[in-house]
């Protein structure tokens, strides 16, 4: 277990450190850059900024410059938002990321994994049809059309929600409702598939064998076996929920986490495009990890291995 | 039941693939002829699924955009699974230190923000067309190259294979001929399952303003389109969501379908 975590804590660092790389060369070759591109500056000042922020030395001078900004936590300021450290940003957009990615997670889990039992407790029903078929039509619609449907009909129809920005209490809601419903297509998908699957094997014979009763065979023993590929799926999925998916949030004009790394990428704020992925490689691969230590709990016969 | 609704859907992919091939030289219209006159309208004996706000022809476009549309998906999907095959098969016949370090390799780049990779690339190479489909199949071989390795590591060891290396054929001779036919099923069943999802992310990032740019049109341009002025003309955003949405769902159902016929088991044993 000890060695299974080393092993897998070196192997997320290595994830980091590439990913910070690969940022970086990435955003050497987008054309200008956030001090370029600024208009009604002296060209004294956009040098003096330069100089400030080390650009006019050699890129492998820079690239290591970077890398031991975050070796030693020591973050750098972003190129267009003067003064602020990354990590403010950052601080800044991920909880609006994060409010919309756990509400969204939270109503995914709530239809999908009733919707998927139900189908696999009563398998070729209506019950079985009528949730495959709308499990199978939330999967075939993109985030890009429902979004806006949803922001038409609570929004500018029943007036219920704000249609986009971020200043009620309640602008979460739509948001994560547009998420939520299509993550909850997947899960039904993968719950009614895997419960199905456990509930035909040899175990779940010998626990009705013994006695026990239909709930506590589905809800003790199949559940926790079936729970497994849905987990799987859950690890990725809850990572690019939190950090918003990029869609929802321009729909919805959120300022979250995807709404800065688009205007970071545009606007060439390569130290923003960089801390933001690396903080999106960070949350992958701390859900994966847990993801994995949850399964090896789950079901006894995982074990961790390096 | 199911081998009905596998020929249904083959059937609608097949019907779209010809309506947005044939469409859009069939119809009277450019999909970017304007006709400023007439604005947005309804759907009509002459505009079939209408117009939108500078006069274009909706259905004439989405037709054009569908093309598109299947396009970058079928050609992501070929470069993925080009990918994906080449990789997979050199690490299952390796084998040993090599395999299980090339596999590393892919348990990390799964890992990886690649969303925001291929977000900066697009905003790199100015968004051109190719680059759409080089940029998600170069992220979307992953899976891929794990499923040919799976089969390959339990093919190169089958009596056929030592029969063949027995008889003297060559290392590329038993490749191409005995492992590669071997392997085209799971791979074509994992790619109309791949397909599906590189249209969405095409869709995405042609939502975002980053992918295909007007006044080409894409299924995810349409819908951006549509979706700006949904209050108004609710049916720009309707009609291509419809069609986009269709052939997701025929796409999807025609991998399920397939994925069921060949092999149950062996694609949920290669994602544990």
Redesign the interface.
């Known amino acids: 277990m000890i060695r299974f975590l080393v092993s897998r804590f070196v ?2 660092v ?2 980091i450190l ?2 910070i790389t ?2 970086f060369t ?2 050497q ?3 200008g850059g956030a001090i370029r591109n600024e208009r009604n500056v002296s060209e004294e000042t956009k040098k003096a900024q330069e100089e400030y922020f080390g650009l006019n030395k050699p890129w492998i001078v820079r690239l290591g410059l970077t890398l031991k900004h975050y070796v030693t936590l020591d973050l750098p300021d972003s190129y267009h938002y003067k003064g602020r450290g990354v990590d403010e940003i950052i601080a800044s957009g991920f909880p609006v990321s994060a409010t919309v990615g756990i509400a969204a997670l939270v109503i995914a889990l709530g239809i999908g994994v009733p919707l998927g039992a139900i189908a696999a407790l009563r398998p070729n029903t209506l019950e079985d049809r009528g949730s495959t078929l709308v499990a ?2 939330g ?7 429902l ?3 949803i922001a ?1 009909l609570f929004g ?1 129809k029943l007036r219920w929600f704000n249609v986009a920005g971020w200043f009620d209490s309640t602008d979460w809601v739509l948001p994560a409702l547009t998420l939520g419903v299509i993550y909850s297509a997947y899960i039904a998908r993968l719950a009614r598939g895997s419960l199905r699957e456990t509930l035909a094997q040899e175990f779940i014979r010998t626990a009705r064998a013994k006695g026990a009763g239909e709930t506590s065979v589905v809800f003790l023993h199949a559940m926790k076996l079936a729970s497994l ?1 849905v987990l ?1 799926f859950l690890g ?1 999925a809850a990572a690019g929920l939190l950090t918003g998916s ?2 929802v949030e ?2 919805f004009q959120l300022p979250g986490l995807g709404q800065f ?2 205007a970071a ?2 606007n060439g704020d390569h130290q923003l ?1 960089i801390a ?2 690396t903080f ?2 960070a949350l ?2 701390s859900f ?1 990890l847990l993801v994995d230590i949850l399964q090896a709990l789950l079901n006894p016969r995982i074990r961790l291995h390096a | 039941m199911r081998s009905r609704i596998n020929a249904c859907a083959l059937g609608l992919i097949v019907m779209l693939v010809i309506l947005c091939g044939v469409g859009p030289e069939l119809s009277p219209y450019e999909q970017s002829q304007q006709n400023l006159e007439l604005k947005a309208t309804n759907p009509s004996l002459s505009h079939w699924l209408g117009t939108d706000p500078l006069g274009r022809d909706m259905l004439t476009r989405i037709l054009h955009g569908g093309r598109v549309s299947l396009e970058v998906g079928l050609l992501a999907t070929a470069v993925a699974a080009v990918i994906g095959v080449f990789y997979g098969m050199i690490s299952g016949l390796a084998g040993g230190r090599a395999d299980a370090a090339m596999m590393r390799v892919v348990d990390i780049l799964y890992a990886f923000p690649f969303i925001n990779f291929v977000i900066l690339l697009m905003v790199i190479v100015g968004r051109e067309f190719w680059l759409i489909f080089v940029a998600i199949g170069a992220v979307e071989w992953l899976t891929m190259a794990r499923v040919v390795r799976g089969q390959v590591l339990a093919l190169k060891n089958l009596e056929f294979v030592t029969a063949a290396r027995a008889s003297g054929a060559g290392f590329w001779h038993i490749v191409w001929k005995h492992l590669l036919p071997n392997v085209t099923g799971p791979v074509i069943i994992y790619a109309s399952l791949t397909v599906p999802g590189v249209m969405l992310l095409e869709a995405a990032l042609s939502f975002l303003g980053l992918g295909i740019q007007p006044p080409d049109a894409s299924w995810g341009v349409l819908i951006r389109e549509g979706a700006s002025s949904m209050e108004t003309y609710p049916w720009l955003l309707l009609y291509p969501g419809l069609f986009f949405s269709a052939t997701l769902l025929a796409l999807n159902l025609l991998g399920d379908g397939l994925r069921d016929a060949f092999d149950p088991k062996s694609m949920s044993q290669h994602q544990a």
């Open positions: 192997q997320g290595v994830v590439a990913v690969i940022t990435l955003s070759m987008v054309p199978t039509l999967i075939c619609t993109p985030s890009m059309v979004g806006p449907l038409m500018l590929p799987n990725p990029f869609i321009t729909i790394f688009i990428a545009t495009t933001i992925s999106y490689a992958i691969v994966n």
